[in-house]
């Protein structure tokens, strides 16, 4: 399974292409199966339905846990640093792990949960959570894991949608020095969410909390009162391992189907070839367990692989802008795995925070989330990398699982601000907007895959049209990736940004349509129309353009409550960097808001806003653009 030379990465391609069962079926053959599969591949792109590893039966955690328990008890699993550095780190061994892992699952058994049951899981980024995470994968529970900056609002949407009988959660969160009540958003979401029997409250800040009887129950009560001994659940390789939502161009957020056999497959193919991690190496990827990144590559991947993972509760800039480079010298990270938003941000803060840290232990590191402008890429390979850390900027969405397109680790060429190959068993294709292949070097198209890799989404949880129409529908036959891409002269591909109405604000997806859903629900807002431009550290910012019902009279006090409105429905991240009042928005005859224009605005390119004869009155143009201030 390991690419070690360029000519192994060729090879590897080549098979994978021309042979996929094969190639699949034998890297398969390196994980713990508690039955053999009969067939590696089925599948269907026009009328979307994909098997891999059809009849295999295995655990996730076995792969995870078990082997590694037995084979190196004492091996760090999960290294944890507090948001508080003063505070002790804390390190898990495998053993500990398994223990902690094994005695939690009978807790989520004692509760009542059973295999296919959902379990919410909004916790901050402390070790419980990764054991929550797995203790619903031992039995078979299906983990849909909520960001902690979401709202109490954004909860019950995802709680209702999959309806999730039990939720795992912790008192408090500290990040930075924000202190955030957990438990207490939680309560607030569940007013709404009968579906909900148990929650499970892990201390952690022990702030107060209410505690309903019958329904809520501390995790340090229930732990005393189970064993440690948890056999691991047979699962159908195709059974549902967890639901994570995310944003796309309509509607609400969509729980994304992961199914437990190829996702485990590919997580961990994936982060051992693009990584190139050894044994011992420490792994830091700084991404939240609430993101698929963190799913994949601080959780599954690694673990499966038996590596050490370093979980950081955190925010980048506290105590100061040097914490990412403290926890590097205190844990001697070997390989580092970071936003771009993140290292454009500490750019800002100048040389002082990194110049005296010790980075030797470093080997790699890594992109992800966005683009990577290249004042960014090489600010993170002179300074951080010292010139001798090979980049991985490594291309993949939460649909695809796992990476996609990106160096491995000292082997493929890289090239600042592209994401360079396909991994092997990817199959990327450019198309115009007919869905015509664009063919050869030196191109610009829409990014599509031709052909199934072991861990694409399965499904949009209780909605699978929906799947197929988002994915498989704009061009038939195709998965569509939602973003545009340059293969230039070498072949090389670079991803240039989202071609839909999606959102990139500091590498958290959100869907304009969820946004303006937000603002709408404002009071005295009519109508609102959302577009992102280039944000100097976000990558991109969001833009609001709203028709109140009256002028504002206090516009500034209007904005905020607005910004308030929508963060209790979506939370903070959704927030819009700039709100512009207007009375009309830009609309073609028939109706459809001509977002071009917008955008256009939005950039301050208002010298090429194109033809705007078509609409159907050309002068609210003049009057936007006018209150844009040009
Ligand atoms: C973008 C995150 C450029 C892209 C793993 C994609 C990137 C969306 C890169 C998925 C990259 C992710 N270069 N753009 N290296 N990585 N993206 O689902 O637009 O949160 O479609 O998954 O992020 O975001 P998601």
Redesign the pocket.
């Known amino acids: 399974m390991r690419i070690r030379s360029f000519e192994d990465y060729e090879k590897a391609y080549k098979e994978s292409v021309e042979d996929p069962e094969s190639f699949w079926g034998e890297v398969a053959q390196e994980f713990v199966w508690k039955k053999p599969w009969k067939k590696v591949l089925e599948w269907d792109f026009n009328n979307y339905d994909v098997k891999w590893f059809k009849g295999g039966k295995m655990n996730i955690t076995e792969n995870c846990l078990d082997r590694h328990a037995h084979n190196k008890p004492n091996q760090p699993a999960i290294i944890w640093e507090p948001n508080d550095p003063a505070e002790e780190s804390i390190t898990l061994t495998y053993k500990v792990l398994f223990d902690r892992v094994c005695s939690f699952a009978n807790v989520l058994k004692k509760n009542g949960v059973v295999k296919g049951d959902i379990v919410c899981i909004y916790m901050p980024m402390i070790p419980e959570l990764t054991i929550a995470v797995l203790a619903c994968a031992r039995i078979g529970a299906i983990h849909s894991v909520v960001f902690g900056g979401f709202s109490a609002q954004s909860i019950a949407d995802r709680i209702n949608d999959s309806q999730c009988k039990m939720v795992i959660t912790t008192d408090g969160a500290v990040r930075g020095a924000k202190h955030v009540p957990m438990k207490d958003t939680v309560d607030d979401a569940l007013i709404g969410c009968p579906s909900v029997k148990k929650v499970i409250v892990a201390t952690h800040t022990r702030t107060p909390v209410s505690m309903i009887k019958g329904r809520d129950a501390w995790w340090e009560h229930e732990v005393k009162l189970v064993s440690a001994d948890c056999p691991a659940e047979e699962m159908d390789s195709e059974d549902p391992l967890f639901i994570l939502y ?1 944003s796309g161009s309509t509607g609400k957020p969509k729980g994304v189907v992961h199914t437990c056999g190829g996702y485990m497959i590919y997580s961990t193919y994936t982060f051992q070839n693009v990584f190139q991690y050894d044994p011992g190496d420490v792994f830091f990827c700084t991404a939240d367990v609430g ?3 963190g799913h994949s590559y601080i959780i599954y991947g690694p673990l499966a692989s038996g590596a050490q993972s370093l979980m950081f509760e955190g925010v980048p800039t506290y105590p100061d802008a040097g914490r990412f480079w403290d926890i590097i010298d205190k844990h001697k990270v070997n390989i580092f795995y970071t936003a771009p938003t993140a290292i454009r941000s500490l750019m800002g803060f100048g040389d002082e925070y990194f110049k005296e840290k010790d980075l030797s232990s470093l080997k790699v590191l890594g ?6 402008n290249e004042e960014a890429w090489h600010w993170y390979n002179d300074n951080i990398g010292k010139g001798k850390c090979p980049i991985v ?7 695809t699982g796992g990476i996609m397109i990106s160096p491995l680790a000292g082997i493929t060429k890289t090239k600042p601000s592209f ?1 360079t190959l396909p991994l092997p068993g990817i199959q990327p294709m450019l198309v115009d907007e007919h869905g015509v292949e664009i063919e050869g070097n030196g191109v610009n198209g829409n990014l599509v895959i031709k052909f199934p890799w072991p861990s694409i989404i399965r499904t949009t949880w209780g909605d699978h049209e929906r799947c197929k129409t988002t994915y498989f529908s704009t061009y038939p036959g195709l998965y569509f ?3 545009g891409c340059q293969r230039d002269e070498d072949g090389y591909y670079k ?1 240039t ?2 071609v839909d109405d999606v959102i ?1 604000v500091s ?3 959100i869907g304009t349509a969820e946004v303006e859903n937000a603002l709408n629900m404002h009071t005295g807002v009519v109508e609102s129309a959302v577009v992102g431009y280039p944000h100097d550290i976000k990558g991109q910012g969001i833009y609001a353009y709203i028709i109140c019902e009256e002028t504002p009279e206090d516009p500034e006090m209007t904005k905020r409550d607005i910004l308030m409105t929508v963060t209790r429905v979506i939370g903070p991240i959704a927030k819009p960097d700039k709100i512009l009042f207007v009375s009309g928005l830009p609309k073609t005859r028939s109706g459809k808001i001509m977002r071009r224009i917008l955008r256009k605005i939005a950039e301050g390119d208002v010298k090429n806003l194109g033809d705007i004869s078509t609409l159907l009155d050309p002068t609210v143009v003049e009057e936007i653009v006018k209150g844009a201030g040009y």
């Open positions: 995310t993101w698929i990144t992109s992800v989330g966005e683009p990577i900027d490594t291309w993949w969405q939460t649909e994401a990736t939602g973003d991803i940004g989202r990139n590498g958290h997806r």
